[in-house]
């Protein structure tokens, strides 16, 4: 269809990429200008694929988005494609794509992620060998699939930080216990 002059994707950075589209697994993201003729390409291609697969497209799980274009005619385009409208930020794949990643709200899932495991955790049981494990195997590593693509904030390692340490020690809104051990050196590893 784009080598038909059927669709033509969008442009985007200094040399003029041009991008129709991006497959990740079993998800296609279609890329174009918003133009009503361009939103019938679409619709017209979904359907040639349909009939030469024989797969069916779930029109009802698709989105359509807009960048910079008026929320009434993002949601005429989803009409006409019979999907759902949606606009950014938005979540793809758990990641909020359209969010700012320096700002410490796009990071608010995996805080309150760190704060959800911990309630399942008893402290108390666990030694001190024990709760030190758990933040360097399980905690350290629930930020990594936003900062595969993000730049984790200093203010919200700052807080992971304080959270993990709150646990390591017993700390508790209202009081906080003597630290034996300064933080960067838990952090060390078993060789250090």
């Not at 991006?22 to 979904?46: M, N, P, W």
């Not at 698709?62 to 385009?77: I, P």
């Not at 989803?78 to 990643?101: D, E, F, H």
């Not at 304080?162 to 034996?180: C, M, N, P, T, V």
């Amino acid at each position: 269809a784009k080598e038909m002059s059927q669709f033509r994707g969008i442009f985007v950075g200094a040399n003029g990429l041009n991008i129709s589209h991006l497959q990740i697994a079993d998800d296609t993201v279609l890329y174009c200008e918003a133009e009503g003729s361009l939103i019938f390409a679409i619709k017209r291609i979904l359907r040639c694929f349909e009939v030469i697969s024989g797969l069916r497209i779930y029109f009802a799980k698709s989105v359509v988005c807009g960048v910079g274009v008026a929320e009434v005619e993002v949601d005429e385009f989803a009409r006409k494609l019979n999907c759902l409208s949606t606009k950014l930020p938005l979540k793809y794949l758990g990641l909020p794509l359209g969010a700012s990643p320096s700002r410490s709200l796009t990071w608010r899932p995996v805080v309150e992620n760190f704060k959800k495991k911990l309630t399942g955790w008893k402290r108390r049981v666990l030694s001190f060998a024990g709760r030190v494990t758990l933040i360097k195997s399980v905690l350290s590593a629930l930020p990594v699939y936003y900062m595969s693509l993000f730049k984790i904030p200093v203010c919200v390692a700052k807080e992971m930080d304080r959270i993990q340490a709150s646990f390591l020690w017993g700390d508790s809104e209202r009081s906080r216990k003597l630290h034996l051990v300064r933080w960067n050196e838990v952090c060390m590893s078993l060789k250090q």
